[in-house]
C-alpha cells in the first residue's frame, strides 16, 4: 500500500494517562467485522469513549473538547499490548491520530503503526509525563527527528529503514518484491516442503 | 602479544554458540539491510477471516498475486457460531466475514478447512494437530497467539494485517532482530494434575509482568517444561505474548518428533527432517542470552488472576493485593491495578476462593485441547454444576471434539449440566454468540482478562481446566489440589 508521505505534524497533545492500553480497549472485537481498512475511527476507545447508552463519556480524554482535533497522542507505558489486530492502528489514525508518543510500546502494535504512515515515539518516561503535563501545541518534526514545545526541544530515536518507509510514503510491498532474485535462491535451497 | 589477543577475541567471537532462535533466525535471511532489519522468509502461513480481507483486498488492488499458495492454510475460527452447524449464521457482518475468506482463498488458490470441514478448528490448534506446524519453521498468522507453535521449535511470530499482505505477496517479512530471552523452569510439580502448564506460565507472567517480553524471543527450558506433554508446551508457548514477547519457543526433542509422526500433513520425508532437527535445532551450550529468568516449580499453586491483564494474579489460596502491595512504587501501575479492582468489582483482601462465578468457559487456543478436556472431566465426572452458573465446553477443533466424544467426555460434561459445543474462538474473544453480558463473572482457560475481552462490561478470571472444572461445581474458585483427581 502506498502511504501518504509523513510531514511535520504541528498539533495539540492529548494526554491519555494509563499504562498496558492493550489493543481490545483501542478497538473493541465487536467492531473488527468490517472487511475494509476505513471507518473505524469512531470505535476507537469505544468503551471509554461512551456509556451504554452510547452516550459520551465526560471524564474521558478524547471527549474533551480542547483535544478535538489533536493529531499527538501521549500514552503510558507498554501501549497496544495484546491482540495483533490492526484495526487498532487503522482506527487511531481514521480518528485522527498520526503520531503516538509512550515509553514503551508493545511489539505488534509498533511495528503495525509503520505500515499505515503512523509514528509512534519512544521517550524517557518523565518526558512523557511532562508532554502529558503541558498537553500544549508541539511540532513533530521526523525529518530532524525533534519534538518542540514552547519549554523545550526533545529529540527521539528511529530506525533509519522505518524514518525512509514514513518520509517517502513506500509501498514496502513493491520494495521488497525488488528482491524476487534473492527470494527465488532461498526457494531453492530450502528444506522445508510445502504443506500440500 | 597484543595483536595475538586480539585473534583470540575474534576467534571467540566467530566460534560462539548460538541460541535456538539464533539459529533459526539465520537460516531464513534472505537479505539484510544496512539500516536494519533483515528479510525473513516464511515457511507456513496460517490464515483466518478477521485479519485477513483487507490484506487480500490489497493484493487485488495492486494486481498482486499469492507468490506460495502451497505454504498457506486458512481456517475460519473467530467469528463462528458454536451452536448448530447446519443452521445459517445469524449475524451478518460474520457472514460476510466467513464468505470473503471463502472467496479469497478460492480466488487466490489456498487451501481452506471451511465450518464444515472435519479439520475446522481454532487455528493454532489445528496447525499441530495436522502436522502443518513443524520444528525449525518460520510460522506466521495474523494472530497474536502464533507463539503456540513454538512448543514445536519454531519461530511463531504474530502479525498484522499488512504484513499478512506483504507474506502472501512476497513470503517473506522485514524483521528488526529480537533479542534471545532464557526463561528456565526448574523442578518438578507435586501434583501435575492440579497444578498445570497454566499455572506456570501465569506465574512467569505475575513474575516478569505484561511486558517483561517486549523485543525478545523467550526460550523455556529446564526439567519443568521438557517434562510437559507436547500439548502442555504448547499452552506454555501460547501466552509468551502475554509477557509481550515477539515469541517463545521450546527445543524439539522425541515428545515433539512422536506427536509429529504420522499426521495428515507431516512430510513423506519426515524421519530424515527428524534427524537433521535432532542434530541441530538446540541451543548451544555456550550461547548467550540476552535476558534471564527461572522459575522454580516445586511448590507453586494453581493461579488465579484478578484484574484485568495476566500479570494481575495471585495463587488460589492468596487474598487479592491492595494496590500499593502490587504496584511496588510504580505509580502507574498503582493506578491500572485500582481501576482494574473498580471493573471488576473487587477488593482487595478479598480471599479468591471467596469470589463467586456466574459463567465458565473452558475453550481458547490456550487450553482447549484433548488432554484439557480430559483433565476437566476428571473433576467434573460424576458432579452437577452449580445451579448458580452457567458452563460451557468449546473444543479447540473439530478433531479434539471428536476425539473426546469417543472417549465419551462429551457426556460426562452433559451429565453435569455443562454445554458441549462445535468448535472455535468463542468467548475467549467473544466475537461469536457466546459473550458475558454486562457484570458477569467468568472463570475462563482463556488468555486475556482485558475489560471487555468476553464481552462489554465482562469479568474475566484466568485459570486452568481443572481450577475452571472445580469452581464450575462449587459456583466460587477452590484450591484443586484438594480434590480428589484420580
Not at chain 1, 74 to 89: I, K, L, M, P
Not at chain 1, 150 to 164: A, D, L, N, Q
Not at chain 2, 334 to 359: C, F, N, P, V
Amino acid at each position: 500500500m502506498t502511504l501518504r508521505p509523513f510531514k511535520k505534524i504541528t498539533s495539540i497533545v492529548t494526554p491519555l494517562e494509563k499504562v498496558n492500553v492493550d489493543t481490545d480497549q483501542i478497538i473493541p472485537k465487536q467492531f473488527l467485522k468490517l472487511v475494509q481498512r476505513s471507518g473505524f475511527g469512531r470505535f476507537l476507545f469505544f468503551d471509554w469513549r461512551y456509556d451504554k447508552q452510547e452516550n459520551k463519556r465526560p471524564d474521558f480524554v478524547l471527549n474533551d473538547l480542547r483535544y478535538e482535533n489533536s493529531e499527538i497522542l501521549a500514552v503510558g507505558d507498554n501501549f497496544g499490548c495484546g491482540s495483533s489486530r490492526e484495526h487498532a492502528v487503522w482506527a487511531l489514525l481514521d480518528y485522527g491520530f498520526s503520531v503516538i508518543i509512550a515509553p514503551s510500546f508493545a511489539d505488534i502494535f509498533f511495528s503495525n503503526c509503520f505500515k499505515n504512515g503512523v509514528l509512534p515515539i519512544i521517550l524517557e518516561q518523565a518526558t512523557v509525563e511532562r508532554l502529558q503535563q503541558e498537553a500544549g501545541m508541539v511540532e513533530v518534526d521526523l525529518e530532524c527527528q525533534t519534538i518542540t514545545s514552547p519549554s523545550e526541544v526533545i529529540h527521539f530515536e528511529i530506525g533509519t529503514y522505518r524514518k525512509k518507509i514514513l518520509l517517502e510514503g513506500l509501498d514496502e510491498i513493491a520494495q521488497t518484491l525488488l528482491y524476487e532474485r534473492d527470494i527465488s535462491e532461498f526457494e531453492k535451497k530450502s528444506m522445508i516442503p510445502s504443506v500440500l | 602479544m597484543l595483536l595475538a589477543g586480539y585473534l583470540r577475541i575474534i576467534q571467540t567471537g566467530i566460534k560462539m554458540g548460538k541460541t535456538l532462535f539464533e539459529k533459526i533466525w539465520q537460516s531464513h535471511i534472505v537479505a539484510e539491510r544496512q539500516d536494519g532489519p533483515a528479510l525473513i522468509y516464511v515457511d507456513r502461513h496460517l490464515v483466518h477471516e478477521v485479519t485477513s480481507p483487507q490484506a487480500f483486498e490489497g493484493l487485488r488492488i495492486n494486481d498482486r498475486r499469492v507468490r506460495r499458495p502451497d505454504l498457506t492454510v486458512a481456517t475460519m475460527d473467530h467469528n463462528v457460531p458454536t451452536s448448530n452447524r447446519m443452521l445459517p449464521i445469524l449475524d451478518q457482518t460474520s457472514a460476510v466475514q466467513i464468505q470473503t475468506l471463502e472467496k479469497n482463498c478460492r480466488d487466490f488458490g489456498i487451501k481452506l478447512f471451511d465450518i464444515n470441514s472435519d479439520n475446522q478448528g481454532i487455528v493454532h490448534v489445528i496447525g499441530p494437530q495436522l502436522g502443518i506446524t513443524l520444528p525449525g519453521t518460520t510460522i506466521v498468522c495474523g494472530d497474536s497467539h502464533t507463539s503456540t507453535h513454538g512448543a514445536f521449535g519454531a519461530l511463531a511470530l504474530g502479525i498484522g494485517t499488512s504484513d499478512v499482505e506483504h507474506v502472501l505477496a512476497s513470503q517473506t517479512l522485514w524483521l528488526e532482530k529480537p533479542r534471545p530471552f532464557e526463561i528456565r523452569v526448574k523442578g518438578k510439580r507435586k501434583n501435575p494434575h492440579a497444578v498445570t502448564a497454566k499455572d506456570i506460565i501465569l506465574s512467569i507472567i505475575k513474575n516478569i509482568g505484561t511486558d517483561g517480553g517486549t523485543g525478545t524471543v523467550i526460550e523455556y527450558r529446564g526439567q519443568g517444561v521438557t517434562d510437559l506433554s507436547m500439548e502442555q508446551r504448547m499452552t506454555v508457548c501460547n501466552m509468551s505474548i502475554e509477557a509481550g514477547a515477539r515469541a517463545g519457543l521450546i527445543a524439539p526433542d522425541e515428545k515433539t518428533f512422536e506427536y509429529l509422526r504420522g499426521r495428515k500433513y507431516t512430510p513423506d520425508d519426515y524421519e530424515s527432517l527428524v534427524d537433521s532437527w535432532r542434530d541441530n535445532l538446540r541451543t548451544d551450550s555456550d550461547a548467550k542470552f540476552e535476558k534471564q529468568f527461572t522459575l522454580h516449580i516445586d511448590d507453586i499453586a494453581p493461579q488465579v488472576s484478578w484484574g484485568t491483564n495476566p500479570g494481575m494474579t495471585c495463587d488460589v489460596t492468596e487474598s487479592i493485593p491492595s494496590p500499593d502491595e502490587f504496584s511496588k512504587g510504580n505509580s502507574g501501575q498503582k493506578k491500572s491495578a485500582e481501576k482494574a479492582l473498580d471493573y471488576m468489582a473487587l477488593e482487595s483482601g478479598t480471599a479468591i476462593q471467596d469470589i463467586k462465578i456466574d459463567r465458565v468457559f473452558i475453550g481458547s487456543c490456550t487450553n482447549a485441547r484433548l488432554e484439557d478436556l480430559l483433565e476437566a472431566s476428571k473433576i467434573v465426572k460424576g458432579q452437577k454444576i452449580s445451579p448458580s452458573v452457567r458452563a460451557m465446553v468449546v473444543p479447540g477443533s473439530q478433531m479434539v471434539k471428536r476425539q473426546a466424544e469417543e472417549l465419551g467426555l462429551d457426556k460426562i460434561f452433559l451429565d453435569a449440566n455443562f454445554e458441549w459445543r462445535e468448535s472455535g474462538c468463542s468467548m475467549c474473544l467473544g466475537m461469536n454468540p457466546d459473550i458475558l453480558s454486562p457484570g458477569e463473572r467468568c472463570a475462563s482457560t482463556s488468555n486475556r482478562n482485558f475489560e471487555g475481552r468476553q464481552g462489554t462490561g465482562g469479568r474475566t478470571h484466568l485459570v486452568s481446566p481443572v481450577m475452571a472444572a472445580a469452581a464450575a461445581i462449587c459456583g466460587h474458585f477452590v484450591d484443586v489440589r484438594e480434590m480428589d483427581l484420580r
